[in-house]
């Protein structure tokens, strides 16, 4: 059973910064494209970062490139956002995802396994 388990979610001043974590279960880990999207009340789920684990390839979504960095620790099976001068418009539920399924990494329909999420909410 492959399970992806989000931590680190919480309530932050505009400025301020998180990191959140991502702790994959019954799944390879290594080599896999691995992605963090996030999902405000009434808004499509967006994709924020996306790493190909065991590499250096990243990429960012226009709204965070600069801000966010995603990192993983493969001896962990954990991904990691890294999110720095955090803004009210990064109020959301963040999910990680993994099993691309070859499609756009940044499109949350091209992953097949989520997380249950982790709420950020930044007050100005």
Same mark, same amino acid.
């Given at each position: 059973?492959?399970?992806?388990?989000? /931590?680190?979610?919480?309530?932050? &001043? =505009?400025?301020?910064?998180?990191?959140?974590?991502?702790?994959?279960? *019954?799944?390879?880990?290594? *080599?896999?494209?691995?992605?963090?999207?996030?999902? =405000?009340?009434?808004?499509?789920? $967006?994709?924020? +970062?996306?790493?190909?684990?065991?590499?250096?390839?990243?990429?960012?979504?226009?709204?965070?490139?600069?801000?966010?960095?995603?990192? $993983?620790? %493969? =001896?962990?099976?954990?991904?990691?956002? &890294?999110?720095?001068?955090?803004?009210?418009?990064?109020? +959301?539920?963040?999910?990680? +995802?993994?099993?691309?399924?070859?499609?756009?990494?940044?499109? +949350?329909? /091209?992953?097949?396994?989520?997380?249950?999420?982790?709420?950020?909410?930044? /007050? %100005?």
């Amino acid at each position: 059973q492959v399970l992806l388990v989000e /931590s680190g979610g919480d309530s932050v &001043q =505009a400025g301020g910064s998180l990191r959140l974590s991502c702790v994959l279960s *019954g799944y390879t880990f290594s *080599g896999k494209l691995m992605g963090w999207f996030r999902q =405000a009340p009434g808004k499509e789920r $967006e994709g924020v +970062a996306y790493i190909v684990t065991g590499s250096t390839t990243t990429n960012y979504g226009a709204s965070v490139k600069d801000r966010f960095t995603i990192s $993983e620790d %493969s =001896a962990k099976k954990t991904m990691y956002l &890294q999110m720095n001068d955090l803004k009210p418009e990064d109020t +959301a539920m963040y999910y990680c +995802a993994a099993g691309w399924l070859g499609r756009s990494p940044l499109y +949350a329909s /091209s992953y097949k396994y989520w997380g249950q999420g982790t709420q950020v909410t930044v /007050s %100005s």
